[in-house]
């Protein structure tokens, strides 16, 4: 984030699941043509500037339905999850970057997405 720039306020977690689903392997501006072919060979998701593999954390549970026709999910082990997980909503980790944060993201405020701004 720029000096200047204003932090958008968070909101609460809308339960989607998909920060606990995804799990960033690399910046796409960061690879090579032949790291590129290779990723997008396998099929690996594109979004907020990473590429993604899906590998759902094993504690992710679905959450039983609440009659609104949203699927929400938690945590199994909310109350003993590792400082990475209670550290996250987009905040700035050392050297400027930035843990992914799922387009859309509630807690990220304003439903954008922040990104490295290296």
């Known amino acids: ?3 200047g720039d204003q932090q958008p306020e968070s909101g609460p977690c809308s339960r989607c699941g ?4 995804w799990l960033p392997i690399a910046l796409v501006r960061q690879c090579k043509p032949h790291q590129l072919h290779y990723f997008r060979e396998r099929g690996l998701k594109e979004s907020g500037g990473y590429f993604l593999a899906n590998a759902p954390c094993r504690h992710l549970r679905e959450e039983e339905p609440d009659g609104s026709g ?11 999850r590792p400082l990475t997980c209670r550290d996250f909503c987009g905040r700035t980790l050392s050297g400027g970057k930035r843990y992914y944060v ?14 490295d701004e290296r």
């Open 1 to 3: 984030m720029k000096s």
């Open 18 to 21: 998909e920060c606990c689903r």
């Open 70 to 80: 949203v699927k929400t999910w938690g945590c199994a082990i909310y109350d003993k």
């Open 102 to 115: 799922p387009e859309g993201c509630t807690m990220a405020g304003k439903g954008s997405a922040p990104h």
